[in-house]
C-alpha cells in the first residue's frame, strides 16, 4: 500500500462545467476526509466518512458539491457548474478512527477559467 | 472564527540554528495536537503530535511544546536543515477526530 491516492493531480476546467475528482485511502483506514486549501490558507474541512456514511459536510459545501464512499473504499468528490472561487486544492485524507493524525494525498489541484 | 492561530506567516533562520514556529488555540476541547509539513505541489506531509495530557514530545530534531494555561504550542527545530524550508501547519483534533489547521508559517532555512 503506497498510501492516499489521488486523481487527477491537475485539472483545468472552463467556468460551468462539472469536474470530479477520486481518492483512494490507505486500505485498512476506516475514516476519510476532504480537504480544500486556497493560498494562503491552510486546509479547510469539507466532509468526511466513516466506512461508506457521510457524517459532516462543512458549510464550505455548497449544494454544488457532493462527495460519495461507495462500500467504504474509494471516495468521489463532484462539483457541478463550477465558479471560479472553487479553484484550490483538493485535498485528501484517511486514518482510523481513534488515531493520531490523518495521511494525506498529493491533492488535486483545480484551476477554473 | 479561527480556532488554530499562527500568527508568523513566515520566518527566515540560518541553517544550524534553531527554528521555533508558535501556535495558539482557542478550543480548550481540542485533545490531540499536530503539526504538518508541506512542500510546494504536495499534500500535508505529519511530522510531529502531542497529547493534551503531555507538555512536551521530541521525535530527533523536533521537539514540541504544550502549554496549556496559555493554549499555547510551539515546534522547535535543531539544528535547521536546507530541507526543512516548507511550510508548517499546526493543527488541533477535537473531539470528534476532526482536526482543524492553523494557516501556516513558511519557513526558510537561509544557507
Known amino acids: 500500500d503506497t498510501g492516499v491516492s489521488q486523481d487527477p493531480r491537475h485539472k483545468i476546467t472552463k467556468r460551468g462545467q462539472n469536474v470530479t475528482f477520486r481518492c483512494d485511502p490507505i486500505?485498512?483506514?476506516?475514516?476519510l476526509y476532504w480537504y480544500r486549501q486556497t493560498l494562503g490558507q491552510g486546509p479547510e474541512f469539507l466532509t468526511y466518512?466513516?466506512?461508506?456514511?457521510?457524517?459532516?459536510k462543512s458549510r464550505l459545501l455548497s449544494d454544488r458539491f457532493s462527495a460519495e464512499r461507495p462500500k467504504g473504499s474509494f471516495s468521489t468528490l463532484e462539483i457541478q457548474r463550477t465558479e471560479q472561487g472553487d479553484s484550490a486544492m483538493y485535498l485528501c485524507?484517511?486514518?482510523?478512527?481513534?488515531?493520531?493524525?490523518?495521511?494525506f494525498g498529493s491533492g488535486t489541484r483545480l484551476t477554473v477559467v | 472564527d479561527q480556532q488554530v492561530k499562527q500568527n508568523s506567516p513566515s520566518l527566515s533562520v540560518q541553517e544550524g540554528r534553531i527554528s521555533i514556529l508558535n501556535c495558539d488555540y482557542t478550543?480548550?476541547?481540542?485533545?490531540?495536537f499536530l503539526w504538518y509539513k508541506k512542500y510546494p505541489a504536495e499534500g500535508p506531509t505529519f511530522l510531529i503530535s502531542?497529547?493534551?495530557?503531555?507538555d512536551k514530545n521530541e521525535d530527533g530534531r523536533f521537539t514540541v511544546f504544550l502549554n496549556k494555561s496559555a493554549k499555547h504550542l510551539s515546534l522547535h527545530i535543531v539544528p535547521s536543515q536546507p530541507g526543512d524550508s516548507a511550510v508548517y501547519f499546526c493543527?488541533?483534533?477535537?473531539?470528534?477526530?476532526?482536526?482543524?489547521f492553523g494557516k501556516g508559517t513558511r519557513l526558510h532555512i537561509l544557507p
Open positions: 485524507a484517511s486514518t482510523f478512527l481513534g488515531a493520531g493524525g490523518y495521511t
Open positions: 486500505s485498512e483506514h476506516n475514516r
Open positions: 466518512f466513516q466506512n461508506e456514511a457521510q457524517l459532516e
Open positions: 478550543n480548550s476541547m481540542f485533545d490531540y
Open positions: 502531542i497529547s493534551s495530557i503531555k
Open positions: 493543527a488541533a483534533r477535537n473531539r470528534d477526530d476532526k482536526i482543524i
